[in-house]
T-cell receptor
Framework: AQTVTQSQPEMSVQEAETVTLSCTYD???????LFWYKQPPSRQMILVIR??????QNATENRFSVNFQKAAKSFSLKISDSQLGDAAMYFC?????????????FGAGTILRVKS | SAVISQKPSRDICQRGTSLTIQCQVD?????MFWYRQQPGQSLTLIAT?????????ESGFVIDKFPISRPNLTFSTLTVSNMSPEDSSIYLC??????????????FGPGTRLTVT
């Protein structure tokens, strides 16, 4: 079974600075997706960024980018120019293969605090 | 993406009673999922609900405790039966969509915060 590990329970960043959240995963599969979700205090889960395992190029979405290291099974999220609205719980998630209806396996989450 | 609503947004229930949570999507989707998020913890999948067939439950979750209905492609319900304080959690509905880029993405409802006293 696949597992996802987020080793940082909490992180802090100064407004306008950059922070990196870590995620590692364990799988024997070659085809899969990785995701970062954001859950603010409102508890709405928001998809931040997606990475397909077959793509070597790291995904980027505005201020959010990932460092995907397939051989090391590492998938970190970098947030640039941090804003107060970035404060939330961040979850790394794994989805196996390309078949329809596969579940997401989530890490334990990292609380991100943004200081003004 | 998909817009998902859940009812109720929160409830406080007495032990031994049951609560049905509704999930409505603004477009037709094949796969719907129900997750549980216990206080301060991550999300765990309860079951996958495919329209027209029985829900598929994850290890540790059973139909008698968490019956699910999926009457059409835009709606599903999850019932939490014979509740105990250990059932106090956030329950989230999610849907999977197939994107034009050829990838799958899951989107989540706002969740239902359940407190059992």
């Amino acid at each position: 079974a696949q597992t996802v590990t987020q080793s940082q329970p909490e992180m802090s960043v100064q407004e306008a600075e950059t922070v990196t959240l870590s995620c590692t995963y364990d799988t024997s599969e070659s085809d899969y997706y990785l995701f970062w979700y954001k859950q603010p205090p409102s508890r709405q889960m928001i998809l931040v960024i997606r990475q397909e395992a077959y793509k070597q190029q790291n995904a980027t979405e505005n201020r959010f980018s990932v460092n995907f290291q397939k051989a090391a099974k590492s998938f970190s999220l970098k947030i640039s120019d941090s804003q107060l609205g970035d404060a939330a719980m961040y979850f790394c998630a794994y989805r196996s293969s390309m078949e329809y209806g596969n579940k997401l396996v989530f890490g334990a989450g990292t609380i991100l605090r943004v200081k003004s | 993406s998909a817009v998902i609503s859940q009812k109720p947004s929160r409830d406080i229930c007495q032990r031994g009673t049951s609560l049905t949570i509704q999930c409505q999507v603004d477009s037709q989707v094949t796969m719907m999922f129900w997750y549980r998020q216990q206080p301060g913890q991550s999300l765990t999948l309860i079951a996958t609900a495919n329209q027209g067939s029985e829900a598929t439950y994850e290890s540790g979750f059973v139909i008698d405790k968490f019956p699910i209905s999926r009457p059409n492609l835009t709606f599903s319900t999850l019932t939490v039966s014979n509740m105990s304080p250990e059932d106090s959690s956030i329950y989230l509905c999610s849907v999977e969509t197939f994107q034009l880029a050829g990838t799958y993405e899951q989107y989540f409802g706002p969740g239902t915060r359940l407190t059992v006293t």
